[in-house]
């Protein structure tokens, strides 16, 4: 099958720097690199932000990159995009329109891309399938005026949702809010984000830490220092855990954490609950890194306000670590309560610390639940079998036929928000 990917603003290139790369990054490599070693050739198509950059980059066997020229060749966030998004489209029509260069299946990753994909696909009759990895609904539910979307997000994310032949959504949660925006549940697939069980596997070594004195804990977090990630709630469960010590992994490098407001502020909120001498905060960490820590760690703790899917869970469950977490959003799918980690609600320093307390005073507990959880990554979530279940979705969707190509051309990603209606009413299903 020939496939192509839209991945606008997270190139599968900087999931090969070693740095911890975006979520998105790292799940458009992995599948494309996957997809293509199972025989199908793929093109991933992200903005070129470097002019130096050349129009095309292999990947992995079958796999490309290639560079799309849409706004200024340097690198401009991710919020501030959709007005090149035209530009991505009409370039995309451009080279499918070529004889021997059209797809069998569009697959758009973010809701930019499935602008871009509603511009170039649905013309050409190629059917368009679409991951958001995040919705502007929930963001802007959770998140309010502290949002930085363009304000017409959630609208085209329901154009999409009407528009679009499939979606593929990677977590049960995503589902419902899916439907909320219109989309028609059959038409929505749920395959989860994997995780590379190869690199991210048990310490064999781990068997060296498992007498350490029942009350003592090692727990790690890991992501984006941002506020919606709940770190800050994971310090304040420090104080009813005192043999417990925090290693808080990501964000800018060590030597410019000072400069971070939200570093700025856990250290400050660890300060003022005098645990500040059990909080280390390391900066952005490669994925060595990543395995590294989490083999030291007796927990992985993940406590955001709400996550659309989240691969750390994944990671620590292959490398044979338990969970504990938020029960929102991806976590629902990725954390077994009480069979491969435990789960609590969001915000809840409290709970927090009741659940990590279990595993202080029990360490046969933790591990229990991390080769439980490594049992599972295994069977569910390595990109093998993601790859084969997305595959599905491309095979079902090129089966039926492209419903988007009935539709007639997708509006201007540009259009005004009073323009919606008539872009509703072509999209009707």
């Known amino acids: ?39 199908h050739d793929v093109e991933v198509y992200t903005r070129r932000d470097d002019v130096a950059l050349p129009e095309r980059v292999p990947l992995a066997p079958r796999v490309e990159v290639v560079h799309v020229d849409a706004g200024p060749p340097v690198p401009v966030p991710k919020d501030e995009l959709l007005p090149h998004m035209d530009a991505f489209g009409a370039d995309l029509l ?24 509603l511009l170039s696909a649905p013309p050409l009759g190629v059917p368009l399938v679409q991951t958001f990895h995040a919705l502007g609904s929930v963001k802007r539910r959770h998140q309010g005026a502290r949002d930085t979307s363009p304000r017409e997000r959630v609208a085209r994310e329901r154009l999409l949702c009407r528009g679009v032949d499939r979606i593929v959504a990677t977590c049960s949660d995503e589902v419902a809010e899916l439907v909320a925006l219109g989309a028609d549940p059959e038409r929505v697939d749920v395959v989860p984000c994997g995780v590379d069980i190869g690199r991210f ?71 003022t609950l005098g645990v500040l001498d059990r909080v280390t905060l390391v900066g952005s960490v ?17 406590d955001p306000w709400y996550e659309p899917f989240g691969i750390v869970p994944l990671e620590a469950a292959a490398c044979g670590r ?78 039926e036929g492209p419903r988007s190509a009935a539709r007639g051309a997708a509006p201007s990603a540009l259009a005004p928000a009073s323009a919606a209606a008539p872009a509703r009413a072509v999209s009707a299903r």
């Open 201 to 271: 596997r048990p310490d064999p070594g781990r068997s060296a830490h498992l007498h350490r004195e029942p009350g003592t804990l090692r727990l790690l977090s890991i992501g984006r220092l941002v506020e919606r990630k709940g770190v800050d709630t994971v310090i304040e469960a420090l104080p009813e855990l005192p043999g417990a010590e925090l290693v808080v992994a990501g964000g800018p490098p060590a030597d410019h954490l000072e400069d971070d407001e939200e570093a700025r502020r856990l250290v400050k909120l660890a300060d």
């Open 322 to 399: 338990p969970v504990v977490g938020a029960a929102v959003g991806g976590l629902l799918d990725s954390v077994v309560d009480g069979r491969t980690g435990l789960l609590v609600p969001p915000r809840d320093p409290g709970a927090l610390a009741a659940a990590l307390r279990r595993i202080a005073d029990d360490p046969a507990l933790g591990e229990r639940l991390g080769s439980a959880a490594r049992v599972r990554a295994e069977g569910l979530y390595g990109w093998t079998t993601v790859a084969a279940r997305t595959l599905e979705s491309y095979e079902r969707v090129v089966a």
């Open 1 to 39: 099958m020939k496939i192509a990917m839209i991945s606008e603003h997270a190139s599968p290139l900087a999931a090969l720097g070693g740095v911890d790369a975006g979520g998105q990054n790292v799940h458009v490599a992995s599948l494309a690199t996957r997809l293509g070693a199972q025989g």
């Open 94 to 117: 451009r080279r499918w329109i070529a004889p021997g260069a059209t797809p069998d299946v569009v697959h758009a990753h973010f809701w930019m891309s499935g602008i871009a994909g």
């Open 286 to 302: 490669t994925q060595d890194d990543v395995r590294g820590l989490m083999h030291a760690a007796d927990v992985v703790v993940c």
